[in-house]
């Protein structure tokens, strides 16, 4: 990803529009569905204040009216209380909300935003002033008390400290008041939509992989008629003169086609699999390919019943089994042996499939099932997976797999 996707240049999405990650809130609080400091995020937030501060003004302009007995002044202290703190919480917010519909640079926008907020603190500072002056004009006075307690002398710094003290308390106040809490969900809010929108082209990407499962099931589907049609010529060149063998070579052939015709027919079972069933599928395929050949042909299948348990693709070990058989034990003269082992390594499942027939050669790894191989790796694990083709010291080929482990069965 580039910097400048990463960090846009301007908001990428609308300022009026719920965000995609905000899912259900309190209705209460429903204005944070909004982008922070859009209009109708700005919107929301007041009505709310504006809920919590009547009822505060009312409470100042009940006990009004009870020390001065005036209902004017009762009237009038609560309006000054309301405006005022609706002014403190909303000074910054509205010039931040301004900023933000500039549609400036998102970097310049954000500098702004600070700045907008800071000068609602500046702001509401004048506001409290002003509103308590009032408050203070309108109560009544009292006679004047002799204080027999003697303020304490403090020296130069100690003065400086209190001031510092009380302005920073001041600043907290008023920040948290005007917008200070909203700026940490404002710094937020693009990441936020950024991990949305990642999440919601990762759901997209699950199912096109699914589908190009499908596709590549069909595909491998294609191959298996071939595989059949020379399997039953073997067995009408048998008939006569080995029947028990031909027999044998049928019931090789039943076995295999049970279990791989069910995953070519149901989509959705061949997109859930295991390594043992992929092994037995390997293994009827080897035993078919063991009859044709008369024996010539001889397998071996370790593996462990923990590795049999992970998931497996459909038909992915099968193309390699398919490769070595044709590729490096048929063209050879003489017996020849396939092995395929299987286990953990670490947080990976490894499958390997030996052959001691003719070894890698010119071409050999750029056909079409290992092309397919290589595709649906990439389509199911991206970079998480690994394959490769090697040859043997003492003559033959290795293909190795290496995939995440992700499941067992139940």
Known sequence: MSADTHFPDRTPYALDA??????????????????VFGWKWLLGRCLIFALCIGVMALMASIGLAIATHDRRIALSGGMYTFVGFMLMCSVGPLLATFVRHARMPLRRERYAVVVALLIGIVAAGFVDGWTSSYIESVMPKVDRLESTIEPPHLTPLEKASVVSLKLATAF????????????????????????SVHAEAMTTLQAEKLRSDLRLGVLQAQVEPHFLFNTLASVRALVRQEPAQAEATLDALVAYLRASIPKLRDDESALASTLGQQLDLCANYLEVMRLRTAGRLMYAIETDAASRACAFPSFL????????????????????TVIVKADRDDDALRVRVFDDGLGLRPGTGDGLGLANLHAQLRT???????????????????????????????
């Not at 719920?18 to 982008?35: E, K």
């Not at 907290?172 to 991990?195: C, K, V």
């Open 18 to 35: 719920p965000l995609p990650y905000a899912g259900g809130v309190d209705r209460w609080l429903h204005y944070t569905r909004y982008p």
């Open 172 to 195: 907290l106040i008023y920040g948290a008041m005007g917008g200070g809490i909203a700026l940490r969900a404002y710094f937020r809010e693009l990441g936020r939509w950024q991990a």
């Open 317 to 336: 070990l099968l193309s390699l089994v398919e490769n070595a058989v044709k590729h490096g034990i048929e063209p050879k003269p003489g017996p020849g």
């Open 380 to 410: 199911l694990y991206g970079e998480r997976a690994s394959f490769r083709l090697t040859s043997e010291a003492h003559g033959g080929a290795c293909a190795e797999l290496r995939i995440p482990i992700e499941g067992e069965a139940a």
